[in-house]
């Protein structure tokens, strides 16, 4: 086999995992775009005006506290009788933005058609510039609609451009994931078997009865031993001389 082919089949075996899960999961967010319910947005803008010429600094302050406004209870039940949907419902489907350095609250409203989008944010606004107002003479400043919602050209979710590349990402992800699984679990075989070889070289340790027989075959060669020593040594003395009979006579 040639080295481009082996070199082209190693890396196939180690990232089969993302070649496989990026492209499922771009195929996976086209599939959401494709059968995801549309989502439209409108936003309808409201100034803050001082009833004091100069002090625009106050201006931009309450357009910052009445921008969190917006979203509370007082504000939307006066709206959701204008929308038909149930402040609860209301809530989901608007929120307000403030600017850090203009007195501008920008209201805006989600739903599932241009005209319900549109109908909600200028609800809104309208329930706010109506809740403001009614403490004017105490805040020193009123509300004033800027300018109403228009009817958006084009939903704003699903994006196929976007789920796509979520879908892609999100592939990428698990794909990796999946590469250091088994990375890990093919590495793990070995600090195994390299432990394996020491504890095979252990002996076992002698099963009891085996030592007990030792013990006892070592106690009678201690007790034989004594008994067997003079034998041994028997033979190596000489023969004392003995005197004949005969001898003594004469």
Known sequence: MSEPRRSARSLARRWWPVALAVPLGAAAGAG??????????ANSYVIVVPQNPGESATAVNFAQAYGRLAGQPQVLAAAAADTGHTRAELEALVHGTTSPDAPMIEITGTGGSPREAVD???AVAGSLVSFANASSK???VRLVPLAP?????????????????VGGAAGLLIGALVMMTRRRGGGAPEPAAAVAEPVAAVPAPAAPGL???????????????????PEKAAPAKAPAPQKSAAGGGR
Not at 32 to 41: F, I
Not at 149 to 165: C, F, G, I, K, N
């Open 138 to 140: 105490e805040t020193g």
């Open 120 to 122: 909600a944010a200028d």
């Open 149 to 165: 919602a228009a009817e958006p050209d084009r939903p704003t979710t699903p994006s196929a451009q976007l789920d796509v590349a």
């Open 32 to 41: 959401y775009a494709a059968v995801a319910p549309p989502s439209y947005a």
């Open 211 to 229: 030592r007990a027989a030792m013990a006892a075959a070592e106690r009678a060669a201690e007790r034989s031993a004594p008994e067997q020593a």
